[in-house]
């Protein structure tokens, strides 16, 4: 199984376009949404052709903190400002997902999804991830865990952080658990994880003026 990550898109619809295009070009089976998909703060420009995009993907996923208001039953006010296509797709997006034996959730799995204080922490210095990611292999039994939020490529094993940071193929050791970071794709980032080989490919579908790279930033 061939699954397309996206995180962080924040109605980049030009990115996401091109994360689409680059998971058809890969085969993928599944279109997998980390969360902040459509920010519903500060700008919403994108957000119906964001929307309409992952909804003809029939992409599935979570929401975060920047999406958080926009899921379940949203209030009058919102569902005035927010173009209806973009509620029809967070209406789709969960708390938590998980696909065989990965788990994926818009921060580590410890974090209560339906608390947004706990969402909106942002703080990735490298002691507190490794803090984090530990939180997160004690909350879930799952071997491989997926999370955005921290606009950033950072891996790790419960025993010691992984040498990669996003620049080329990530592969995952027989029998070992991993906590992995997923660039954004409001950054130009995306990645095809593919199950069967155990790897994860880091993709660049920023602007088309920037040579195509698989170098994390």
Same mark, same amino acid.
């Given at each position: 199984?061939?699954?397309?990550?996206?995180?962080?898109?924040?109605?980049?619809?030009?990115?996401?376009?091109?994360?689409?295009?680059?998971?058809?070009?890969?085969?993928?089976?599944? !279109?997998?949404? @980390?969360? +902040?998909?459509? $920010?519903?703060?500060?700008? *919403?420009?994108?957000? /119906?052709?964001?929307?309409?995009?992952?909804?003809?993907?029939?992409?599935?996923?979570?929401?975060?903190?920047?999406?958080?208001?926009?899921?379940?039953?949203?209030?009058?006010?919102?569902?005035?400002?927010?173009?209806?296509?973009?509620?029809?797709?967070?209406?789709?997006?969960?708390?938590?997902?998980?696909?065989?034996?990965?788990?994926?959730?818009?921060?580590?799995?410890?974090?209560?999804?339906?608390? !947004?204080?706990? @969402?909106? +922490?942002?703080? $990735?210095?490298?002691?507190? *991830?490794?803090?984090? /990611?530990?939180?997160?292999?004690?909350?879930?039994?799952?071997?491989?865990?997926?999370?955005?939020?921290?606009?950033?490529?950072?891996?790790?094993?419960?025993?010691?952080?992984?040498?990669?940071?996003?620049?080329?193929?990530?592969?995952?050791?027989?029998?070992?658990?991993?906590?992995?970071?997923?660039?954004?794709?409001?950054?130009?980032?995306?990645?095809?994880?593919?199950?069967?080989?155990?790897?994860?490919?880091?993709?660049?579908?920023?602007?088309? $003026?920037?040579?195509?790279?698989?170098?994390?930033?």
């Amino acid at each position: 199984m061939r699954l397309g990550l996206v995180t962080d898109v924040h109605c980049h619809s030009a990115e996401l376009a091109r994360a689409l295009a680059l998971f058809r070009q890969h085969a993928v089976d599944r !279109v997998v949404t @980390l969360g +902040d998909t459509i $920010d519903g703060f500060a700008r *919403l420009n994108g957000a /119906a052709e964001v929307a309409s995009l992952l909804l003809e993907a029939d992409a599935v996923g979570v929401w975060g903190n920047h999406d958080f208001g926009l899921r379940g039953d949203v209030s009058e006010k919102t569902r005035t400002r927010v173009p209806q296509v973009s509620l029809s797709f967070m209406a789709r997006m969960h708390p938590r997902l998980v696909i065989g034996d990965c788990h994926f959730s818009h921060k580590e799995a410890s974090v209560d999804p339906y608390d !947004v204080t706990q @969402l909106w +922490d942002v703080s $990735d210095r490298p002691r507190n *991830l490794v803090e984090r /990611a530990s939180n997160g292999f004690q909350a879930v039994p799952q071997r491989w865990q997926f999370v955005g939020h921290y606009h950033r490529w950072w891996a790790t094993t419960p025993s010691a952080p992984v040498e990669w940071s996003g620049s080329g193929l990530l592969e995952f050791e027989p029998h070992e658990r991993y906590f992995v970071i997923v660039g954004a794709a409001c950054d130009g980032w995306c990645a095809v994880l593919d199950v069967e080989r155990a790897t994860l490919q880091p993709l660049w579908c920023g602007a088309a $003026d920037r040579e195509t790279s698989t170098e994390g930033e």
